[in-house]
């Protein structure tokens, strides 16, 4: 942990002499979620918000509860109670909020036949669903899930690909007061099994299968290894999305139609529609079990609760990223992912149209999500930096042939920014007119921790400040704030997205993040802020490098590499040296027509040098053809750097591209010749 580092200036540079790209124009700033909820709690300023926020998180929050309008089915009594400690947490005392009631059935009663969810499949089919359909839907499949013995405090795996089906069974688990464990679609067995037994899972729900790249890929076959060793599992509830497309392998006596077809089994108790639609709930009752994803040991079962995940997602998209009541979100994502859940309870409870897609970002060709946005006139839209790096390399053409007029927002999250993609997406994409919000949190906050918002001005791969709300700081090893210089990014006080600790694992929780510094959250992240107040984030604090004494973060080497017009993507990693201690070796994907030659590589590693300095020079520069991700879209650099020493690389149920793994060993193995 450094205690300070001086924060080389970024190669980045606005419109103007200021490094700002974006500053919004009076009638948006005026117009904006956050502009109203200053006027509502009477601050003259953001900054006045914060403090004040900072000094009473019980006001703060309160008054952010007012300002989204939450459903209640009674008014807490009370917003913060922290006699348990700042880790233990207890949000509104006295109140009664069921979530998935308040997220459709106000809106199902008001307006029911407007549009709350649009969906479209990689084969170009699209559904649409009012409040009205959506409410219904959602108290037939409780009442289901009712009759097949699900209750409060059961847990449903969801194992589902983005599809309509998904939100309402998202939805359906959460009215019965039962918690759902969402799993990523593309996991392998083992690691569905893994979060399946880890919360106990009752029942889970599948499909037959989805499309990717024009294949139908059999899920349901997968789900049945995975129910295999998982032995909690009684029941599996299958969604028809493939039809007749694949062979759907049957357990009788186990397996059951999601749509109550002539193959289901235990039809809905007699009473379980009153289960199905009652409203009250304590807020601090879990609803969901997210497992985070990690490199070794067993993933985290983050568990959250009704006045938590959703409210800090509904909160953070409208003061974040300004989303309004008939907005159309679409962020590319997974329900396995934070993003996923966060989107469905955030737009919903805002009143705003979801919009899902369910397959790859580039099929049948590269402009597919662009044609998305304008079928669906999508006004926010979120992909991250990997995506966009992916999508640039087709070039301007395919967004330029589309209709991006609808966009008001883009939005960014899962990684640092390298300069040339986020200028990509904000001159390209958003045509210069939109702002870039970025946003880094984590799935243990249910959101962000730092982000943009529509009321300042925007510097590339910067964020505004702390997301509202959220007392975050960037401390040195000490727990002493400092600026300028990199150091742990945390948070001061308690927010009610916090985690409610880890599912049967306390302890844990507690020596992850409240270890260091009593009563404060230490995230993980090394993060910055500059002389104009922007904040910047660096990667994870454990992948930082130190060579010879200097210290690194990993993200630095590679925008330093990726500044080289050859390198589409770069992944920096430490190994073993007798004299540097550690050494840095930098992996490079290359962009097209780029030959993989020695005065290639010594130039990638010259530009590294140049922009860190000589003593910061990366001992070897090697192409691969892939870099491993997680299936979000995150580099996996501690995979990286156990495949370059050949090494145990632990867990890889996040994986996504196995292969990149050979193609890494095969280079390391070269260059040590």
Known sequence: MPSVRRVRDWPIFGRDGDGVAWRPDAAVAEASRLAGFLRLTGEPSLEALQAHGANDP????????DDLGLAWARRPRSVLDVTGGPAWARWWDGGSFDWSWAAIEPRALREPDAVALTWEGEDGSVVSLTAGEIARAVRTAAARLAGFGIGPGDRVGILLPMLPETVVAV???????????PIFSGYAAPAIATRLTDCGARLLITADGFLRRGTWVDLKSVADAAVAAAPTVERVLVVRRAGNALAVPWTGGRDAWWDAGDDAVGEPSAGSNEAATAVGRDPESPYMIIHTSGTTGRPKGAVHVHGGFPVKAAQDLAHQFDLHAG??????TDLGWMMGPWAIAGALLLDARLVLYEGAPDFPGPDRLWSLVARHGVTHLGLSPTVIRSLMAHG?????AHDRSSLRVLGSTGEPWNPEPWWWYFREVGQGRCPVINYSGGTEVSGGIVGGNVIGPIKPASFSGPCVGTIADVVDGRGRAVRGAVGE???RAPMPGMTRGF???????ESTYWSRWPGIWAHGDWASIDADGFWFIHGRSDDTLKVAGKRVGPAEVESAAVSHPAVLEAAAIGVPHAIKGEAIVVLCVLRPDNADDPALLGSIGQRVADELGKPLKPEVVAVVRSLPKTRSGKVMRRVIRAAWLDLDPGDLSALDDPVALESIRAVSRASSR
């Open 327 to 332: 907005d159309s979100l679409f962020w590319f």
């Open 489 to 491: 990014l945390v948070i």
């Open 396 to 400: 301007e053409t395919p967004v330029r």
């Open 58 to 65: 019980a006001w703060f929050w309160g008054a952010a509860a």
């Open 503 to 509: 599912w049967n694992d306390r302890a844990r929780y």
């Open 171 to 181: 939805l359906a688990v959460s009215r019965l007061g039962a918690i759902f464990t």
